[in-house]
């Protein structure tokens, strides 16, 4: 038996998430990932004596952005504050961050299963720079290209109750952040970060335990290791006797252990207090409305709107959705043609194969041309093998598919009199297919249908050979 089973894990996650602007969030430094080290800086952001801060207005809308798309109240007045720590990883010996007058307050997340994740707030603050460890005897580099990038952490309530919670809750953030193109949240490159409190409660109790705090987890299945093994971790030392010591802890993701790093330090600690370089952020609601305006439809709304409006299969939503460039794509074709499923069928088994295992990508045909060509499909004026052709034809010369088909001759041309005469050839060569028809017609109008395909290249109408075939067999 588990030591565990006797407790409630709780668990609360700040998440980092570097914001998608051009610029760093209080100079004219480039936002970019993987520059040569300590090239993308300035006085500014390396905090030299004099320098001034100058807010970015975009990194201020990107994080009411977010705000609005958690639910959260904006603040009409919010205050950046320094919070002061000296680490070589931050020149200025301090942060700018916000602590008692955040930008975004309150909002919530909903799991699958219904229950609620509280968000506390969600606050905006610039990222320090990068240091790597070349172990003891070499030493530490440290690269100051990332400090003063936008970040915002988002604050959540202790409501997380397991790992898989977590993880769920993360993906859910990751996939609203990047739809709405607020943040690229690339976990390899640091561009989304989760630092995870966690502590144990005894069933039935109302007292909190404890917690410890794991900071710096970047990808998914890191949180989810690191979370399962301090569970257990507290469980077993609560179970010897031990008591839980308030603790930063650092998760070895190799050896898949976490170790103390230091005790946890407490906001008083850092005395922050406002920057004295910056103006309080005044917001109006004109202002929110104008980014209100902005926003696009989140992946989890357009789900349920493609299951409910479009009729689609929840597979089908899921995957369409899970881009939001895939799910723009789609939504363009519907208003070129309205058949969402067809559209769905084909940019789902035809178009996806063109561009697997690229990981950004644009489909190399138009919304235009290809609810053009599905059109022509549906309305039997070409069929689905033709219509392939027609697509690979297009993506290689760019044309508009109705002109290219007439061009190579792929429209559906033959008459009914050919169709006919084709009927009574094979009724005169084949009695027993007349027979058969008679007795058990679903058994033969396959064949029937084939032969006159057959004869005719495949560009005959197949519904209309059916009705022929009732009127003449
Ligand atoms: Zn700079």
């Known amino acids: 038996?588990?030591?565990?089973?006797?407790?409630?894990?709780v668990i609360?996650?700040?998440?980092?998430?570097?914001?998608?602007?051009?610029?760093?969030?209080?100079?004219?430094?480039?936002?970019?990932?993987?520059?040569?080290?300590?090239?993308?800086?300035?006085?500014?952001?390396?905090?030299m004596p004099g320098a001034l801060p100058i807010l970015n207005k975009?990194?201020?809308e990107l994080a009411i952005k977010s705000g609005l798309s958690f639910g959260c109240e904006i603040s009409p007045y919010s205050v950046f504050e320094r919070k002061n720590y000296f680490y070589p990883d931050l020149s200025k010996a301090y942060q700018i961050s916000q602590l008692v007058y955040p930008l975004c307050v309150g909002g919530h997340i909903t799991l699958d299963s219904g229950k609620t994740i509280r968000l506390n707030r969600i606050h905006l603050e610039e990222d320090a720079g990068k240091l790597t460890h070349l172990g003891k005897a070499t030493g530490?580099?440290?690269?100051?290209?990332?400090?003063?990038?936008?970040?915002?952490?988002?604050?959540t309530e202790p409501d997380l109750s397991s790992a898989n919670e977590a993880v769920e809750f993360l993906k859910k953030v990751r996939e609203a952040l990047i739809?709405?193109?607020?943040?690229?949240?690339?976990?390899?490159?640091?561009?989304?970060?989760?630092?995870?409190?966690?502590?144990?409660?005894?069933?039935?109790?109302?007292?909190?335990?404890?917690?410890?705090?794991?900071?710096?987890l970047n990808s998914f299945k890191s949180v989810q290791r690191a979370i399962e093994y301090e569970a257990e971790r507290q469980a077993e030392v609560l179970a010897s006797g031990g008591v839980i010591v308030q603790e930063t802890r650092k998760w070895d993701d190799e050896k898949g252990e976490s170790f103390a790093m230091r005790s946890k330090e407490q906001a008083q600690d850092y005395r922050y207090f406002p920057d004295p370089d910056?103006?309080?952020?005044?917001?109006?609601?004109?202002?929110?409305?104008?980014?209100?305006?902005?926003?696009v439809m989140l992946p989890s709304d357009r789900r349920t709107r493609y299951m409910e409006e479009f009729g689609l299969p929840e597979y089908d939503a899921q995957i369409l959705t899970s881009t939001r460039y895939i799910s723009d794509y789609f939504e363009k074709c519907v208003q070129h043609f309205n058949a969402p499923k067809k559209i769905s069928n084909w940019i789902m088994v035809d178009l996806l194969k063109l561009v697997k295992d690229q990981e950004e990508f644009t489909f190399p045909v138009s919304e235009e041309h290809l609810s053009t060509i599905i059109k022509?499909?549906?309305?039997?004026?070409?069929?689905?093998?033709?219509?392939?052709?027609?697509?690979?034809?297009?993506?290689?010369?760019?044309?508009?598919?109705?002109a290219l088909a007439k061009e190579m001759n792929l429209l559906v041309t033959i008459t009914d009199e050919q169709?006919?005469?084709?009927?009574?050839?094979?009724?005169?060569?084949?009695?027993?297919?007349?027979?058969?028809?008679?007795?058990?017609?679903?058994?033969?109008?396959?064949?029937?249908?084939?032969?006159?395909?057959?004869?005719?290249?495949?560009?005959?109408?197949?519904?209309?050979?059916?009705?022929?075939?009732?009127?003449?067999?």
């Open 1 to 9: 038996m588990s030591f565990l089973e006797q407790y409630d894990v």
């Open 12 to 47: 609360g996650l700040e998440i980092h998430a570097e914001l998608n602007t051009k610029t760093k969030v209080f100079c004219g430094c480039k936002n970019q990932f993987g520059q040569t080290p300590n090239t993308n800086t300035c006085p500014v952001c390396t905090g």
């Open 58 to 60: 975009h990194a201020v």
């Open 140 to 155: 530490s580099l440290v690269d100051y290209n990332r400090g003063g990038t936008p970040l915002i952490e988002m604050v």
């Open 179 to 216: 739809f709405e193109e607020i943040a690229n949240c690339k976990m390899e490159e640091g561009g989304m970060r989760c630092d995870v409190n966690l502590s144990l409660m005894k069933k039935g109790s109302k007292e909190y335990g404890t917690r410890t705090e794991m900071k710096n």
């Open 278 to 295: 910056l103006l309080p952020i005044q917001i109006s609601k004109e202002n929110i409305e104008h980014i209100k305006s902005e926003m």
């Open 376 to 402: 022509m499909v549906e309305e039997k004026t070409i069929n689905k093998t033709v219509g392939l052709q027609l697509l690979d034809k297009v993506i290689e010369t760019g044309k508009e598919p109705l």
């Open 419 to 473: 169709i006919i005469e084709l009927l009574e050839k094979l009724k005169s060569e084949n009695a027993k297919v007349v027979d058969d028809f008679k007795k058990t017609p679903e058994k033969v109008i396959g064949f029937i249908v084939g032969y006159v395909m057959k004869n005719t290249g495949g560009k005959a109408n197949s519904n209309r050979v059916r009705e022929l075939i009732a009127e003449k067999f």
